[in-house]
């Protein structure tokens, strides 16, 4: 990392001024020849793909006649309910172009102790319906493994920034403001690995965010025993489509990182405005991966619900029916016991409020 810091004036009250000096904040003999008081551009980023290509292996699965879902699994998961949406008719297929993924996070959390986080959590809600929770329910959850794309780069990032310190000094009962104005150049390296994109069409982008981070450092080399007895999506969605997204959280984790070093290497600056950035970019690996989701999709008089828990770290979310009759008993219990506050209040305040 190299880091140069250019004074290029000091000004106050009368107008005073002072030659610009550099420093060099790096540890490494080879300085970046950079004029901090000309405004060149850094030029262009420019971006290299070296990832592996892809490559395309049928498997066994199967489609649901009801949402469309294409699963796989082995060939000895006896497959009755769609993780998606409930539906018990499968049907078995050959899908073509089902990628076989390059490794998988193994289920962490059973069935029992995913079904009995549901019963917990939702009896604590006490304005579900009568009757609704039971084991007919719970017993229809199905673990999924989700497709994902992690993807992998590293970056060469340069930043342009202009900085100012201000203090005070007194003469002769005169107070002055001294600001002195910086430029600043900071070339760093950095690396990204696997950042995730979710690769499913069914499963909701919103709920799958919130059972993230998954710890990829629990990533093993897929084999097909690891679906005996799950379901897994096919993805439907390829690695371009969530590259250029991929590459752009990179790019502002960097663009940060640079921020905080050359706010950390004077920590005396009042302001520090970014000027310029010029990235290089080198993607380095893209994965196909599959971690693993209990998922449990009911439907409440006419309207679907869905409950997802992480297999792995057992980090849950979902929603469940409400029962109107209660939710109204409760909010008039509410509405009485704010009523009988407010007279108590009043009545001790003489009845003034």
Known sequence: MHILTGQSGQEDKQEGE????????????????????????????????????????????????????????DENTAATVCAFCGSPGLIADRMEGARRP??????????????????????????VPKGFLGRTVVDRMTGVYVPYWLYSYEVNMALKAKATRSYKRSHDDVEYIYTEHYRLYCNMDSAYERIPADASEKMDDELMGRLEPFDYSKLRDFDMSFLSGYLAEKYGK???????????????????????????HDKGYDTLTLTDQRAKIRATKTEYVMLPVWALHYTYKGKNYSFMMNGQTGLFTGELPLCKKKAFAWWGLAAGACFCALSLISILLGGRL
């Open 238 to 264: 390829g690695s371009d489509t969530f590259s250029e997204n991929a590459k752009d959280r990179a790019i502002t984790a960097a663009v940060e990182l640079g921020r905080k070093a050359m706010e950390e």
């Open 102 to 127: 390059s490794a998988v996070i193994p289920f962490q959390i059973s069935k029992e102790e995913a079904k009995e986080c549901f019963l917990s959590w939702a009896g604590k809600n006490k304005l």
């Open 18 to 73: 002072q030659e610009g000096e550099q420093e060099n904040g790096g540890q490494d003999d080879a300085e970046p020849e950079i004029d901090l008081e000309e405004d060149t551009p850094l030029g262009e980023s420019t971006f290299v793909d070296e990832s592996q290509p892809e490559t395309v292996e049928e498997m066994p699965g199967y489609r649901c006649p009801t949402c469309g879902a294409e699963l796989v699994t």
